[in-house]
């Protein structure tokens, strides 16, 4: 029996406490606020997905999965119904590109379940501009004030020791190998081990740590809307992909009026509800706080409701507008879009961290949270500072990471700081690189042309007896095989060239941004919209 800490009351935190008391552990939880899941777990843990809504990251489909099925059995009294779930290919997204998947993958990674039912006329169920829609057996999670009342009683009940108000600033290794959690009152807690369940947002792993992968913090919105025609009694869910595009979740609060409750909905969309990405989430929390409803009703609300009626006609006149509301996420940069959870335990503090990802991965990081404690199948990564479960979700998901990220990216989604920027890096290139390949065609085709030329008559040139002009002749050789190498390299610019070098040296993309905009004079908290 170990005496443990887990810090942060959301989804990760209520759930791995109350599994680690079970194993008869005593088990502290400390919430900084007054009442449990009273940040992105009461306000953005909707989503109770079985895998499709990522066709390119299998381990993120697997995980999914599983945690699907954990979670039907072990919290059935959480868990909202739907009439219907449609998941649809769009046929362009908000900044004109295709879906980043084509509709034949994705009816064939929705196919790896058995109620799948996939329709191609999607006009005649109400819907326009899709390729392909299909409908599964996915229902949602509830949300609220209400799962604070649920889980603070399973907790009590089974002994854990709940804080509240308990802000969390520092931990570290004592002499005796225990791990020390100092509140910023002075609130002094010791124990064998503590699991970091803040969303990867305190007390974050020191500079040593060498992390295999790559985490942005994201001001995220969403608009509650209220269904003022609903067609059953059970609500549905709307989303459309992959790339930027809507996606409408039923929204009930545990413990209210259903019947009420099951008429309000959360828009979100891949564009319009991300404000943009930081590498630190110190400035993503500045730049939600300077978001109100005026900029809610000049940018976001027209856009997300344009979306929407785009691919869903009667939005518009079936739905009213509430509020909105706003956190920050933690997400990690990667080519296929890895959503799962994350858990490792940092060698210097002893920390073991859980880097969220989907409600059902609480059952994940929990086998993984429990392995690391009990020193079970452990990979010990010495040299770069953490230590991680074998065959756990790091460890399968490590060839997702070491992929270059090609194209458009989530975690590169600059869209309200872009106008900022005087050159903008590696991050605003890959959403227009698809559109400069027509017009770079021809130039380097002239380029090729010139360079062809400048050879031919470089073989007679250098013959020359005058220096000056084999000299004029190495330079525009030289300035051509320059020229290439810029077009073919991605940059648009020779200024541009040192950010290239860097970015292919392993500097990520948004690291890239923020380097950047600190050399144009543009700080973090001058995120202010346009």
């Known amino acids: 029996m170990k005496d443990i800490a887990v810090i942060g009351g959301g989804w990760y935190g209520s759930h791995i406490a109350l599994e680690l008391r079970k194993k008869g552990h005593n088990v502290t939880l400390y919430e900084k606020n007054p009442r449990l899941f009273s940040n992105i777990s009461g306000l953005f843990g909707i989503r109770l997905h079985i895998g499709p809504h990522y066709p390119r990251s299998k381990a993120t489909r697997r995980s999914c999965l599983y945690g699907f099925q954990a979670f039907t059995t072990k919290y059935p009294e959480l868990i909202v119904p739907h009439d219907y779930s449609v998941y649809a290919v769009g046929n362009s997204d908000a900044s004109g590109m295709a879906s980043k998947v084509s509709a034949d993958d994705f009816v064939e990674v929705c196919k790896e379940h058995s109620r799948c039912k996939v329709f191609y006329d999607t006009e005649e169920k109400g819907y326009k501009n899709l390729q392909v829609a299909v409908e599964l057996d996915e229902p949602s999670v509830y949300i609220g004030r209400g799962l604070h009342d649920f889980f603070e009683r399973k907790l009590t009940d089974a002994g854990v020791n709940i804080i509240y108000n308990y802000n969390a600033v520092s931990a570290h290794k004592t002499d005796s190998e225990m791990i020390q959690i100092t509140s910023d009152n002075g609130q002094v807690g010791i124990f064998d081990y503590a699991v970091n369940a803040t969303s990867f947002q305190a007390l974050m792993p020191n500079s040593r740590i060498n992390l295999p992968f790559n985490t942005v913090y994201q001001p995220c919105l969403a608009l509650v809307y209220e269904d003022l025609a609903p067609t059953s009694e059970k609500p549905f869910s709307f989303i459309v992909m992959d790339g930027w595009f809507p996606c409408m979740m039923p929204a009930v609060d545990y ?21 943009a990405s930081y590498s630190d989430v110190n400035s993503a929390r500045e730049h939600l706080s300077t978001i109100n409803d005026q900029f809610i009703g000049e940018k976001i609300r027209p856009n ?16 009213r507008y509430v509020k909105w509301v706003g956190t920050v996420l933690a997400k990690v940069r990667n080519n296929r879009e890895f959503r799962s959870s994350i ?4 060698t210097d503090s002893g920390m073991i961290y859980v880097l969220p990802g989907k409600v059902s991965n609480i059952f994940d990081a929990e086998i993984e949270v429990e392995a690391l404690i009990d020193g079970r199948d ?5 040299g770069n500072g953490y230590s991680y479960v074998k065959d756990g979700t790091l460890d399968t998901a490590l060839p997702e990471f070491r992929e270059e990220v090609i194209g458009r990216n989530t975690c590169d989604l600059q869209t309200f700081r872009l106008k900022e920027i005087k050159d903008p ?3 605003k290139q890959a959403i227009t690189k698809q559109a400069r390949l027509k017009n770079r065609t021809t130039a380097n085709m002239k380029l090729l ?21 084999r000299l004029f002749i190495g330079l525009a050789f030289l300035a051509s095989c320059i020229s290439l190498i810029i077009r073919y390299s991605g940059v648009s610019s020779f200024e541009q060239l040192p950010t290239f070098f860097q970015y292919k040296s392993g500097t990520s993309g ?19 919209m346009q």
């Open 255 to 275: 413990g209210k009026d259903a019947t009420a409750e099951k008429r309000q909905y959360i828009l979100t969309h891949g564009m319009w509800t991300i404000m």
């Open 304 to 319: 997300c409701e344009k979306e929407m009626n785009r691919f869903f006609p009667a939005f518009g006149e079936r739905f």
């Open 343 to 346: 858990t490792f335990r940092d």
């Open 378 to 382: 452990i990979i010990h990564n010495e």
């Open 425 to 427: 890096p590696i991050v």
């Open 449 to 469: 042309v010139g360079l062809a030329l400048i050879i031919a008559f470089n073989e007679s040139a250098c013959e020359s007896p005058n220096p000056l002009v």
């Open 510 to 528: 948004h690291q890239i941004l923020l380097q950047n905009s600190t050399a144009s004079g543009i700080t973090p908290s001058s995120t202010l």
